[in-house]
């Protein structure tokens, strides 16, 4: 499987040079303020045909009030629909702010996106897909 490396930023990111924030915890650090929902057009499952499944991972810019100010893919899934969707999901989450002796401070954090078809009840409902 290829690995890709590319920088996909939001609308209102800092310069494409700027430094990611040097402090970098693990994505469990972080407190997101709601569940953090991805979603997977699901045309293809509609359709009987197979779905993919793989992991993504993305570096995430939380700025001091915990919103993301930019994600980078570090490692796609090997589906290009997987890998937007998880960057769009990522985009749009809003975190706890992350404190360091009492102070709100930036951090870089690594986020694995894991996307599996879970089995579902009956052949009708729709497959899901978590992380």
Do not use: K
Request: net charge positive; charged share 20%; with cysteine.
């Amino acid at each position: 499987m290829a690995t890709v490396s590319l920088l996909l930023s939001c609308c209102a990111t800092p310069a494409d040079d700027e430094p990611w924030p040097a402090r970098t915890v693990p994505i469990e650090a972080l407190r997101p303020l709601a569940p953090i929902r991805v979603a997977v057009p699901l045309d293809r499952a509609e359709r009987g045909e197979p779905v993919a499944s793989g992991s993504a991972a993305m570096r995430v810019h939380v700025a001091a009030d915990g919103a993301v100010q930019r994600v980078a893919l570090l490692q796609g899934s090997g589906n290009s629909t997987l890998d937007a969707a998880a960057i769009r999901a990522m985009r749009t989450a809003r975190f706890r702010p992350y404190e360091v002796d009492g102070v709100a401070v930036p951090v870089t954090a690594i986020a694995p996106m894991h996307f599996f078809r879970r089995r579902h009840s009956s052949p009708d409902s729709a497959p899901r897909f978590g992380f």
